[in-house]
C-alpha cells in the first residue's frame, strides 16, 4: 500500500482507538504505520538490492516491535516534558498496532511480506488487495475529514462534542475499512475458484491465483499454470458477466533442457526463484550462444511496471553460464 493510505490509516487509528493520548504522540503513531516503506529506497540500488530488500526486513514482525519501542520511548518521554502524565502503556500500544496495521495491509496485497523474518523468509501475499487502491483513500479521506466538516458545522450553531474530536468518524472508517477488505476476500475467493474450475487448451489447471485490480473490486487478473503452458486472462464478477477461458493469452512452458537447468541453477535465479509467483522461462538463441530469460508473470498480470524483477542469464554454445543476473522487467506478454 502507497505511503499516504498508511499514513491516512494510522492517524484514523489514532484518532479512533487513542484519542486521548498528548497531541505530539499522533506524529509516533504515523511514523511507526508508515516508517516499513522506506525499503522503497532500495529501488535506486538496482533490482538486485531491490529484490533484497523490498518488503523484507522493514515488513517483519520483529522490525515493527523493535522500531515501536524505540518511538513509544520518544513518545513517552516527549510527555513528560510537555508536563503531560505519562502513559507509556498507552503510547506503546498506539505504535505497536500502528505498525502492525502496516504489516497487515500489506500482507493482503500480492507482493508479500516476510513477517517472521529472521525464523522464516517465506512471503506472505493474500491477493486480496491492490498496491494503491482508491477505495480504501476515500473510505480513509472521508473518516477523517467529514468530522471536520460536522464539527465546523456544529460550532457555528453552538453545539458542544460530547465525544473526543474525529472519534466516531475514525472508529466507524476503520470498521468501513474490515468490512471492504472482507468483501475484497470473499470476491478473490470467488475469482480464484472460476479460474480453478476451468480447462485451458485442454488441460486441467495444476495451479492459479487471482490478482486484485486498482480501480474496480469486480475486476481480478488471473494467472493459470496447467502441465504445458501458463495462461494470463481476467475475470470479471459483474452480474451477467461471462467466463470465456479460451480468450486467456497462453505462455507455453519450454521443455527441460540441460541449458535451462543451469541456468535455473545460478545464484541470480534462485533469488529470484525464491520470490516469484508465476515464473516463465523463455530460451532464445544467439550468435554467440544462449540467453535464457525468467520473468514473473504476476507483475504483467498486474500491468506493474515499477519494481517488477527478472532474472537474464546468457551461455555459451556448450552450454556454460557467462553472465548471469537481475534486471528491470519488461511487461509486454512472451
Known amino acids: 500500500m502507497d505511503p499516504l493510505t ?32 522506506l525499503d522503497w529506497i532500495s529501488y535506486n540500488s538496482g533490482p538486485s538490492g531491490f529484490l533484497a530488500w523490498h518488503r523484507t526486513y522493514t515488513h517483519s514482525v520483529l522490525a515493527a516491535t523493535v522500531l515501536s519501542s524505540l518511538l513509544a520511548l520518544i513518545a513517552f518521554f516527549g510527555s513528560r516534558k510537555g508536563g503531560a502524565p505519562p502513559r507509556i502503556v498507552g503510547v506503546s500500544g498506539a505504535v505497536l498496532l500502528s505498525s502492525l496495521l502496516h504489516l497487515t495491509m500489506d500482507a493482503c496485497q500480492s507482493e508479500g511480506v516476510t513477517l517472521l ?83 485451458y487448451g485442454g488441460e486441467t489447471p495444476k ?69 516469484a509467483r508465476f515464473p516463465k522461462a523463455t530460451i532464445e538463441h544467439e550468435t554467440s550462444g544462449y540467453s535464457v530469460e525468467i520473468r514473473d508473470l504476476r507483475y504483467a498480470a498486474m500491468h506493474q511496471a515499477v519494481g517488477a524483477v527478472a532474472v537474464n542469464i546468457n551461455l555459451d554454445r556448450a552450454g556454460n553460464v557467462t553472465f548471469a543476473g537481475l534486471e528491470w522487467q519488461k511487461l509486454e506478454w512472451h
Open 207 to 275: 495451479r492459479a491465483a487471482a490478482f486484485p485490480d486498482s480501480a474496480s473490486p469486480f475486476t481480478w487478473h488471473g494467472v493459470v499454470e496447467t502441465p504445458s503452458a501458463l495462461h494470463a486472462l481476467d475475470v470479471s464478477l459483474m452480474p451477467g458477466a461471462f467466463f470465456n477461458p479460451d480468450s486467456a493469452v497462453a505462455m507455453h512452458k519450454p521443455e527441460n533442457s540441460p541449458l535451462l537447468q543451469a541456468a535455473q541453477e545460478t545464484s541470480a535465479a534462485q533469488r529470484f526463484l525464491a520470490v
Open 117 to 199: 523474518w529472521p525464523f522464516r523468509g517465506a512471503r506472505v501475499a493474500l491477493d486480496w488487495l491492490p498496491n494503491f487502491d482508491p477505495w480504501i483513500l476515500a473510505i480513509l479521506l472521508l473518516a477523517i475529514l467529514l468530522p471536520e466538516l460536522f464539527r465546523l458545522v456544529s460550532s457555528e450553531i453552538g453545539v458542544k462534542a460530547r465525544t473526543p474530536r474525529g472519534r466516531n468518524g475514525a472508529l466507524l472508517g476503520l470498521a468501513v475499512l474490515v468490512i471492504y477488505t472482507g468483501l475484497r476476500e470473499a470476491a478473490h475467493a470467488n475469482a480464484g475458484a472460476i479460474l480453478r474450475a476451468a480447462n
Open 6 to 37: 498508511h499514513g491516512l490509516a494510522s492517524y484514523a487509528l489514532k484518532r479512533g482507538l487513542f484519542p486521548r493520548l498528548p497531541r505530539h504522540t499522533t506524529w509516533c503513531i504515523i511514523v511507526a504505520g508508515t516508517a516499513a516503506d
